[in-house]
């Protein structure tokens, strides 16, 4: 079983800068696939960005593209989300997620990640 535990979150003001970090315990790490979602008041949860195993294939939603970019360190087990030029629209509480099986490609769809963790609070004001 896979642990997740998010950090990095906080409140900011807009165009400023966040990097969010999601620590994991397994012994596979590599082989997860991980990403990144988001989920603000009274508004389902979207996808964010995700990156394959390998950290060769990344995905972004089209809402953060050039924004924030998602990295991993596999010898650490972390993943992370820097955030820039934050934006009042992404408060939100941000979880991450691990999708095992995943180490040549990423995915997008919220489905296909069986391990979540807690979630940290963003909220970025005007």
């Known amino acids: 079983q896979v642990q997740l535990v998010e950090s990095g979150g906080g409140l900011v003001q807009a165009r400023d800068s966040l990097r969010l970090s999601c620590a994991a315990s397994?012994?596979?790490?590599?082989?997860?696939?991980m990403g990144w979602f988001r989920q603000a008041p009274g508004k389902e949860r979207e996808f964010v960005a995700s990156?394959?195993?390998?950290?060769?294939?990344?995905y972004s939603a089209d809402s953060v593209k050039g924004r924030f970019t998602i990295s991993r360190d596999n010898a650490k087990t972390t993943v992370y989300l820097q955030m820039n030029s934050l934006q009042p629209e992404d408060t939100a509480v941000y979880y991450c997620?691990?999708?095992?099986?995943?180490?040549?490609?990423?995915?997008?769809?919220?489905?296909?990640?069986?391990?979540w963790g807690q979630g940290t609070q963003v909220t970025v004001s005007s």
């Open positions: 397994g012994r596979t790490f590599s082989s997860y696939g």
């Open positions: 990156i394959s195993g390998n950290g060769r294939q990344t």
């Open positions: 997620a691990a999708d095992p099986d995943r180490y040549w490609s990423a995915s997008v769809d919220s489905a296909e990640y069986e391990y």
